[in-house]
């Protein structure tokens, strides 16, 4: 089918259906609904390059992996960039993947604007004091930042979920079943995820006259082996941990594999939650014991984080998008009372 069939089909001019397709302001929003289900009723494809040729834009999306802060392209990057590609695929938008050294992230900015390779940017790994949102404000290039900044004042977009309130529900509930000695795995320390993690772990502590012991806090990437030196370390220590907190589900093999080693059974002599990101690939349900978590998919933020490009490139303002998600705690068989 081709633009003027569908113009036709809806008794539209082919300038309405397309700038309504193309999501020009001056079109009503109940214009733009007919025109876009009637596209889909009727199998219609916009061609690409007319369309692209006809908003300015180059019709992808940059996708930022700063390599000396980012997890590199382990399962969580393939599982964000799932959710993304997804979303946009169903607008023929596509995205380019740009890995960066740290050194390297505002030279690179600058060659993506010159280029106009990408209409927008989604930046990962956030720390405090970012300073690629005020680069990439003077350079006059929309995005939006996949966590937070906590002490940028520059009004940007950002999808964050709770981290901190997630690791203080966690670590309450270990302080319920009577655990006082809780090691955490954490990720990379610069990093703001990992900082509100390491907040709601001592806020929780701190909240029963606890004070969280410094030798059995650890971090790092998130990786079987980093769990599993981690751990490894933290059962040598006398006393020893009788639950642990772990950063990712890649993280918690590595934990289990050190508590096995070491002749414990998880769920009776050693605790464990640790954080789901929902790997298709890796289920808490299945996993003997099943493992207790804290889940939020990190597809599902991916697709959502899609969408909020597409609203920023339709006007909404970069400014009043701000999205920060609940964590579920989800309790299964690898938690339970402390050891007598």
């Given at each position: 089918?081709?633009?003027?069939?569908?113009?036709?089909?809806?008794?539209?001019?082919?300038?309405?259906?397309?700038?309504?397709?193309?999501?020009?302001?001056?079109?009503?929003e109940?214009?733009?609904?007919?025109?876009?289900?009637?596209?889909?009723?009727?199998?219609?494809?916009?061609?690409?390059?007319?369309?692209?040729?006809?908003?300015?834009?180059?019709?992808?999306?940059?996708?930022?992996?700063?390599?000396?802060?980012?997890?590199?392209?382990?399962?969580?990057?393939?599982?964000?960039?799932?959710?993304?590609?997804?979303?946009?695929?169903?607008?023929?938008?596509?995205?380019?993947?740009?890995?960066?050294?740290?050194?390297?992230e505002?030279?690179?900015?600058?060659?993506?604007?010159?280029?106009?390779?990408?209409?927008?940017?989604?930046?990962?790994?956030?720390?405090?004091?970012?300073e690629?949102?005020?680069?990439?404000?003077?350079?006059?290039?929309?995005?939006?930042?996949?966590?937070?900044?906590?002490?940028?004042?520059?009004?940007?977009?950002?999808?964050?979920?709770?981290?901190?309130?997630?690791?203080?529900?966690?670590?309450?509930?270990?302080?319920?079943?009577g655990?006082?000695?809780?090691?955490?795995?954490?990720?990379?320390?610069?990093?703001?995820?990992?900082?509100?993690?390491l907040?709601?772990?001592?806020?929780?502590?701190?909240?029963?006259?606890?004070?969280?012991?410094?030798?059995?806090?650890?971090?790092?990437?998130?990786?079987?082996?980093?769990?599993?030196?981690?751990?490894?370390?933290?059962?040598?220590?006398?006393?020893?941990?009788?639950?642990?907190?772990?950063?990712?589900?890649?993280?918690?093999?590595?934990?289990?594999?050190?508590?096995?080693?070491?002749?414990?059974?998880?769920?009776?002599?050693?605790?464990?939650?640790?954080h789901d990101?929902?790997?298709?690939?890796?289920?808490?349900?299945?996993?003997?014991?099943?493992?207790?978590?804290?889940?939020?998919?990190?597809?599902?933020?991916?697709?959502?984080?899609?969408?909020?490009?597409?609203?920023?490139?339709?006007?909404?303002?970069?400014?009043?998008?701000?999205?920060?998600?609940?964590?579920?705690?989800?309790?299964?068989?690898?938690?339970?009372?402390?050891?007598?």
């Amino acid at each position: 089918m081709k633009l003027k069939d569908l113009a036709a089909e809806l008794g539209l001019s082919q300038t309405t259906v397309s700038r309504a397709l193309n999501g020009f302001p001056e079109v009503n929003e109940a214009t733009r609904q007919r025109v876009s289900e009637a596209a889909r009723r009727l199998g219609y494809r916009a061609n690409v390059s007319a369309r692209r040729l006809a908003t300015g834009r180059s019709g992808a999306i940059g996708v930022t992996l700063p390599l000396q802060r980012s997890l590199h392209f382990g399962p969580h990057t393939a599982e964000f960039l799932s959710g993304i590609s997804e979303r946009l695929a169903q607008h023929d938008i596509d995205i380019v993947v740009t890995p960066i050294d740290a050194d390297d992230e505002v030279p690179v900015f600058r060659r993506l604007v010159a280029s106009k390779r990408v209409d927008a940017l989604v930046l990962s790994a956030p720390t405090p004091n970012d300073e690629r949102i005020a680069a990439l404000t003077e350079l006059g290039m929309p995005f939006l930042m996949h966590g937070r900044a906590d002490n940028v004042k520059i009004p940007h977009a950002w999808l964050d979920i709770d981290n901190e309130g997630a690791f203080r529900r966690a670590t309450s509930h270990l302080l319920d079943l009577g655990h006082t000695r809780i090691a955490m795995i954490n990720g990379p320390e610069d990093q703001t995820f990992a900082i509100h993690r390491l907040r709601g772990f001592r806020s929780a502590m701190e909240a029963r006259g606890l004070t969280p012991d410094p030798q059995l806090i650890g971090g790092g990437r998130f990786t079987d082996e980093n769990g599993f030196r981690l751990a490894q370390a933290f059962l040598e220590r006398r006393p020893r941990p009788t639950a642990f907190l772990a950063g990712s589900m890649m993280t918690a093999l590595g934990v289990f594999r050190a508590i096995r080693l070491a002749g414990l059974e998880l769920g009776k002599d050693v605790s464990m939650i640790a954080h789901d990101d929902v790997f298709p690939y890796l289920n808490a349900d299945n996993m003997v014991p099943s493992m207790s978590t804290t889940r939020s998919s990190i597809r599902a933020a991916g697709a959502r984080i899609a969408e909020l490009l597409l609203q920023m490139q339709d006007g909404k303002p970069p400014g009043s998008i701000h999205e920060l998600w609940p964590v579920e705690l989800v309790l299964r068989e690898s938690t339970g009372p402390a050891p007598k």
